[in-house]
């Protein structure tokens, strides 16, 4: 255990960044921060000196309300310092990349700015971590750990550039700094009034429903008198509103290039005008009984450890204060109709440090009595139960919903193996290929990092007109398409439908077909498993080797143990990529 703290410390980065090798592709939640991060890194910041407005993919789908760049810009320039940093002395000379080299090299140089924002997630739940050692114990600080590594949503999601993400680590600081610091580091702690200051600061730049875990932190706070309302929580409020005030309102105005703070309208459409309903609502009840069981994963953090923390008096105290903040602000957040588990990820580590009170209580006492001694147990093997699951099934099963990623990678290959194989018959390299990419494609990992640069003539299109969409001339100068793909082979989606319409007389071929993650299958004995979305997380971690080792262990054991049943993760078509027919190619 002397060591266990340090050595569990680097378990999260790790998973952070093994969720992103398997599944670094990003859904229509993340285009936002995605494109605007790419938009910088190729064409720099928006301005009246550098403002081509096709550039940049935010003035053409703004979204339903404007979101703030400031996380945007910040991953662009720590990715491109470490870019400058790995290129040497000559690309620091110049001062900037080679914006063709971010296209060509888009997806790793995209993982790279996942990576600064997964690092930054990590290391916010290290300090918490080193901090709940400090305050309560070694056991305690362990397992946080523990517990926090085995749920799957906050691992998955940390590299992901979500605002709520990019909010995450500040939060997870100010719950570090909402600790009681004892002993304090000088003749006042000052934690209470850093942890106001780094929650408002998250609010007001990039997820104003945070304005109510200020106020129920605030007021546990001054319960608590661990807080003065003028000398801390005023002035860390005045400080923290002007500090993030001036930095969403110039950077968010340049970019949008009008005068703008994307939180208060975000603010005004979602909340006073009651918009966000149009994405759907949920019962009051939605956040207790479903997003935070599926964000904690393992059901004996709060049908076990919460418990046995709030009612042994050593953790009680510390239980209750670490507690209410955070269920005051779900209870008031329920009364929002339109309800996602992202707007309260802020709660988790909160909760699980509360659960790992309850956990370290037992696993102290676990020789003195037999109830702590099972209750100990149970907890070690459900938190392997909840790693098993969150890695090996809810990873795969996830890393295999991004078809539109895959179907754009999959037409790339395609054409140049077409290229080398028929060079006299195919477009030439120097020809512009245009591709018309669908909505579903656009909403299940296609990016601008991983398209192809016009400087080598490739075109993108992303179309949604529909009066533009119905016409002959939009659909003849494509090369290509992606349109959705289903089980049924004579099914056409929309936009393929107005192309046979549009040009009767065209020919188009189906050159690629992309699965997508459709659920579990139990086969029965005799059923062969194919293990797509299994052998591809293989591959990807381990290699070919690894996929046979898969394949002989599933094997063996669905054969020994299993007597011929097997779980497998169910992939069915769900986009197709049409190649027109132009001169006999």
Not at 72 to 97: D, P, T
Not at 219 to 231: H, I, K, S
Not at 357 to 369: D, I, K, Q, T, V
Not at 435 to 464: H, I, M
Request: net charge positive; charged share 15%.
């Amino acid at each position: 255990m002397r060591h266990a703290l340090t050595v569990l410390a680097l378990l999260p980065p790790a998973l952070i960044l093994l969720h992103l090798v398997v599944a670094p592709y990003t859904k229509v939640e993340e285009s936002f921060h995605v494109q605007a991060i790419h938009d910088i890194l190729v064409h720099g910041f928006p301005d009246e000196k550098n403002l081509t407005r096709s550039n940049y993919d935010h003035f053409e789908f703004p979204g339903a309300v404007p979101r703030s760049a400031v996380g945007a810009v910040v991953i662009a320039k720590l990715s491109e310092h470490v870019m400058l940093l790995v290129e040497g002395v000559n690309r620091q000379i110049l001062g900037r990349i080679d914006p063709d080299e971010v296209e060509l090299n888009g997806r790793l140089i995209w993982e790279l700015a996942r990576a600064i924002l997964g690092m930054f997630n990590a290391f916010s739940i290290g300090v918490l971590a080193y901090a709940l050692r400090r305050c309560y114990g070694q056991t305690v600080a362990v397992w946080y750990l523990l517990l926090q590594s085995s749920q799957f949503h906050v691992i998955y999601y940390a590299s992901r550039p979500l605002s709520n993400m990019f909010a995450f680590g500040l939060t997870t600081l100010g719950i570090r700094y909402y600790l009681p610091d004892d002993p304090p580091a000088g003749p006042r702690n000052a934690g209470p009034q850093l942890s106001l200051v780094l929650l408002t600061f998250a609010g007001i730049v990039f997820r104003s429903e945070l304005a109510l875990f200020v106020a129920t932190q605030t007021l546990a706070l001054l319960v608590y008198r661990r807080a003065r309302l003028f000398q801390d929580v005023i002035y860390a409020g005045l400080s923290s509103a002007t500090t993030g005030l001036a930095a969403t309102i110039l950077v968010d105005s340049l970019f949008w290039q009008q005068p703008l703070w994307p939180e208060l309208d975000a603010f005004l459409f979602n909340v006073v005008s009651g918009q966000s309903s149009s994405w759907g609502t949920e019962p009051w009840y939605f956040y207790f009984l479903n997003a935070l069981p599926r964000l904690l994963l393992n059901p004996l953090t709060y049908l076990l450890a919460i418990p046995v923390a709030l009612r042994q008096p050593a953790t009680r105290k510390a239980a209750v204060s670490l507690l209410a903040p955070s269920l005051g602000f779900i209870a008031l957040y329920s009364i929002q109709p339109h309800k996602e588990w992202r707007f309260i990820v802020y709660t988790i580590p909160a909760l699980t440090a509360t659960a790992a009170l309850g956990a370290a209580y037992l696993w102290n006492r676990r020789s003195r009595s037999i109830f702590a001694s099972l209750g100990s147990r149970l907890l070690v093997l459900s938190t392997l139960a909840a790693f098993f699951l969150s890695n090996f099934v809810l990873l795969p099963a996830s890393a295999a919903n991004y078809p539109g990623a895959h179907a754009l990678n999959a037409l790339h290959s395609y054409h140049d193996q077409a290229l080398a194989a028929a060079p006299s018959k195919a477009p030439s390299s120097s020809d512009d290929i245009s591709v018309y990419l669908g909505n579903l494609a656009c909403q299940t990992g296609v990016t601008r990092f991983l398209q192809r640069p016009d400087s080598v003539g490739w075109r993108y299109d992303k179309t949604e007109n529909e009066t533009t969409k119905s016409t002959s001339a939009f659909w003849d100068r494509f090369d290509y398409i992606l349109v959705e793909a289903s089980v049924d082979p004579a099914f056409r989606d929309s936009d393929e439908t107005r192309i046979w319409a549009a040009l009767p007389k065209a020919r188009w071929e189906t050159v690629e077909i992309v699965d997508g993650f459709a659920g579990i299958s139990v086969l029965k004995p005799g059923e062969r498993a194919t293990g797509k979305a299994e052998q591809r997380l293989m591959h990807k971690v381990g290699g070919g080797r690894l996929v046979g080792l898969y394949e002989h262990l599933r094997d063996s054991v669905r054969h020994a143990a299993l007597r011929g049943w097997w779980v497998e993760l169910k992939m069915e078509p769900r986009i197709k990529v049409l190649k027109r027919i132009r001169n006999g190619y």
